[in-house]
């Protein structure tokens, strides 16, 4: 759920494997690596926060991200296609927009 948290521990995971390879190489080479590893761990942490935004809602159409976190107040809708009840902008069991409120 928590990027940062991933984001940390490729940190973790980038500084280890840069720290052996200063053990393995010596100082001098040692630290050269850390570059190529800081450009892999910047694209991870790239892809893993575009995966974050598409799970939560935010890639894509932008709505619906509020009302799965809100859970208290708002809107109750139903959704055309399915009746399924949910709160948001499109419908979690079919993803039709079709809705209307339901007080
Ligand atoms: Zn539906």
Redesign the pocket.
């Known amino acids: 759920m928590n990027w940062m948290a991933q984001t940390m521990m490729w940190i973790m995971v980038s500084l280890g494997i840069s720290i052996a390879l200063n053990f393995l190489l010596g100082p001098y080479l040692g630290w050269l690596t850390i570059i190529p590893i800081i450009g892999v761990f910047l694209a991870m942490s790239y892809v893993i926060r575009r995966r974050q935004m598409a799970r939560m809602g935010m890639g894509g159409q932008g709505g619906g991200f509020g009302g799965m976190l809100g859970g208290g107040g708002g809107i109750n809708y139903v ?6 009840k ?1 709160k948001g902008g499109a ?6 927009k ?2 209307r409120a339901d007080f």
Request: charged share 15%; aromatic share 6%; with cysteine.
């Open positions: 959704c055309i296609a399915c009746g399924h949910f419908c979690p069991r079919c993803g039709s079709m809705r």
